[in-house]
């Protein structure tokens, strides 16, 4: 499914992440999302019971956003296979909370 705009526009003193795409994707398909980010830790890495995307597809391209919101759905975490991880939430307090929450679980386990 397409969730992009034609053109997406990015203003600000620093150049955008280059997960730009992935965000903008994740906030147009997600009402309510006020936070979107995304991590590369091992520990929520190697959990076996989030949601995985199905392929490893090339970071900051709309196949990787479009792959994320394939597994999304009501998840507020999802790991892209071999990149990394992206959480959720109506405030970046949630989405960290519920990586707090994942990674403590992940820790319990080692």
Request: glycine share 12%; no cysteine; hydrophobic share 45%.
């Amino acid at each position: 499914m397409q969730w992009l705009p034609a053109v997406l526009t990015v203003a600000g003193l620093h150049e955008p992440s280059s997960e730009t795409l992935m965000h903008a994707a994740i906030y147009a398909a997600r009402p309510g999302t006020g936070a979107v980010f995304h991590g590369h830790s091992e520990e929520i890495l190697g959990m076996t019971d989030l949601p995985v995307t199905k392929r490893e597809r090339p970071y900051g391209t709309a196949v990787m956003a479009n792959e994320v919101l394939d597994v999304l759905g009501g998840h507020s975490v999802v790991i892209m296979r071999n990149h990394g991880f992206v959480a959720v939430g109506r405030t970046m307090g949630e989405a960290n909370g519920a990586v707090q929450t994942i990674d403590g679980a992940a820790n319990e386990r080692h």
